[in-house]
Structures are given as structure tokens and as C-alpha cells.
């Protein structure tokens, strides 16, 4: 991969950051259909990309937010969450590699990741666009906290989205929370499962090809863009935040169509 390439990499990765730290979805579901459109890299290269930069993102905001002693993450439910999240995390990584060696061609793990997402968040949007009329649980046993944890990095991982829309959808309808108090639980749990994701890439040797500099710039685009992104979210409101949601899950559903067609197609 170029230089130029590498940079319109990081690039894509600051903007993705940038709202995936004001909405709480974490920046890998714009980025990684957004990275599939180049056809640059490999589909196993560009999960593991964007994964280090939700990584670096997501851990830039969790600490930045502990340091300043916001409350905005509810420990008591996001823990159980999160820790389910790392061992479903685990799942979805070997889901990835054994849906990936099935097919005839190692590519076309990208047209599956991306019919996943194009369903997934058309759902959200509906449910998004309509919650106002569904009624909201309040979850509080830790057993469901971790099965619903479990569930949520299994496909985060096998997206390759780090957590995503997915996250705030259940955040809002199992736990009952607001936009932005969904944001900040969300980025909590996308930090262990994506954590767990990296880690389980490292032990088992699957790391992707890739060159040094477009790994750097990435990481760093991710806690620029986490910086920004949550300067941004202090100054929005929750109804703001939800409009930049809903236009970005409009954008995420178009690629994904795209990318569908992209891969799968002979």
C-alpha cells in the first residue's frame, strides 16, 4: 500500500473516529464499509485495521472520560457487558476464520460481513426511527447483562465494526439509557471486546498483512478522531446526537448494499 493510500486510510479512520465517539458506535461500522469501497486491501487486513483504530479510539475515550470522573458509564451494568462482550469477542473472531476458510474464495467473507451489516442496521434505523413508541426494559440481572454482552462481541467481532449501532440499540431498549449515556457505555464495552478481538489475532498468528506506516497513521487518526469526537459530544444535545446517528446509519446502509454486490458478485 502507498503512502497516499495509507494517509486516505487514516484519513477516513479520523471522521470515522470523530463520530464514532460522539455517538457511541465506535467509528469501525463507517470505517469498514467505507475502506472496502477502495478494494485496497484485503477483507482480514481491513477488519484488523479498523479493529486497532476502534482499539486505540475507544481506550482514549474510556480513560479520558475515568480521568475526568464523568458518570456517564454505569458500572454495574456496563462490566457485566463488557466482559461478555470480550468472550463473545473471542467467538466472533473464530466465527470470522471458519466462515472465511469455507468459502471458495477468502474474499467473499466480505460480502457475508457486509449482508450482516446491511440487516443490522437497516433494523436499527427502524428501531431508532420508531423507539419512541416501543416500550424500554430495565435489565438488571448479571447473568442476561453477560448472554447480552456475549451476543454483542460476537458480532461486532465477526463484522469487524467494533461494536456499532447494534450496541446503542441495546443499550436503549434492554437498560432504558438516553443517546448520549448510551454513547458513553457503548465505547466502554467496545474497549474489552475489541481488546479481546486484538489479542486473540495475536496469539492465535492470524495477524493480516499489512505495512507498518498505515497501522501507525490509523491508530493515531483513531485517538485524534476520539480526542475531537468527544469535544463534540459535550457540545450536542441528545436529539443532535441522534440526527447525526440516524443520517450516519443511512450512509453505513448504502455502502453496505454496495459492498454486498461488490464481493459476492462473480
Known amino acids: 500500500m502507498s503512502i497516499v493510500q495509507s494517509m486516505l486510510f487514516a484519513l477516513v479512520g479520523f471522521f470515522a473516529s470523530v463520530a464514532g465517539a460522539i455517538c457511541g458506535i465506535g467509528g469501525g461500522v463507517i470505517m469498514k ?17 479498523s479493529g486497532c483504530t476502534v482499539l486505540a479510539m475507544s481506550c482514549y475515550s474510556v480513560i479520558k472520560s475515568m480521568l475526568a470522573k464523568e458518570q456517564s458509564v454505569n458500572l454495574k451494568t456496563a462490566t457485566p457487558l463488557a466482559f461478555g462482550a470480550a468472550v463473545g469477542g473471542v467467538l466472533g473472531k473464530q466465527m470470522f476464520s471458519a466462515v472465511k476458510n469455507s468459502l471458495p474464495n477468502p474474499d467473499m467473507v466480505g ?16 428501531y431508532t426511527l420508531n423507539k419512541e413508541k416501543i416500550s424500554t426494559l430495565q435489565v438488571t440481572s448479571l447473568v442476561a447483562c453477560g448472554t447480552i454482552g456475549v451476543l454483542l462481541g ?43 478481538s486484538f489479542a486473540t489475532t495475536l496469539i492465535t498468528r492470524t495477524v493480516p498483512q499489512f505495512t507498518a506506516i498505515t497501522l501507525v497513521l490509523m491508530v493515531f487518526s483513531g485517538i485524534l478522531g476520539g480526542a475531537a469526537g468527544r469535544i463534540v459530544n459535550k457540545q450536542m444535545d441528545n436529539q443532535r446526537v441522534e440526527k447525526l446517528f440516524v443520517g450516519l446509519m443511512g450512509l453505513i446502509i448504502l455502502a453496505s448494499a454496495y459492498n454486498t454486490w461488490q464481493y459476492m458478485m462473480p
Open 154 to 196: 460476537i458480532m461486532s467481532s465477526f463484522l469487524g465494526i467494533g461494536g456499532g449501532p447494534i450496541n446503542l440499540v441495546v443499550l436503549y431498549f434492554f437498560f432504558g439509557m438516553d443517546t448520549k449515556t448510551a454513547a458513553a457505555n457503548s465505547l466502554y464495552i467496545i474497549l474489552f471486546s475489541q481488546a479481546t
Open 33 to 49: 464499509p467505507a475502506l472496502d469501497l477502495f478494494g485496497w486491501a484485503s477483507v482480514s487486513t481491513i477488519s484488523f485495521l
Open 111 to 126: 460480502g457475508v460481513q457486509a449482508a450482516c451489516l446491511l440487516v443490522i442496521t437497516l433494523l436499527t434505523l427502524l
